[in-house]
């Protein structure tokens, strides 16, 4: 069973920049892939980034250049920093681990960002 735990999102003006944080417990292992997604209403749900295999990453067009996912493996901790912010930026965040061992896949709670004006 893994636990996840984000934080970080809040209201933030357009241009802004946030960091996102999801704290893993349980049984995570340094070769579970760690990433973001995000969903807003009526809509399903998107991936933002991740580690796809080792350090290697997966961005959305839409981030690629203006976000940074990264991992802390001692902490079992992602983030997603966030910059130049657009309004459509606007969503729950959703921290995901998939368990290479196990197949399952395991969400956070979520957190919600906004940005407006």
């Known amino acids: 069973q893994v636990q996840l735990v984000e934080s970080g999102g809040g209201l933030v003006q357009p241009g802004g920049s946030l960091r996102l944080s999801c704290a893993a417990s349980?049984?995570?292992?340094?070769?579970?892939?760690m990433g973001w997604y995000r969903q807003t209403p009526g809509k399903q749900r998107d991936l933002v980034a991740t580690f796809t295999s080792g350090s290697s990453t997966n961005y959305a067009d839409s981030v690629k250049g203006r976000f940074t996912i990264s991992r802390d493996n001692a902490k079992n901790t992602v983030y997603l920093q966030m910059n130049s912010l657009k309004p459509e930026d606007t969503a729950v965040y959703y921290c995901?681990?998939?368990?290479?061992?196990?197949?399952?896949?395991?969400w956070g709670k979520g957190t919600l960002v906004t940005v407006s004006p």
């Open positions: 995901n681990v998939f368990s290479v061992f196990t197949g399952m896949n395991y």
């Open positions: 349980g049984n995570i292992f340094s070769r579970d892939r």
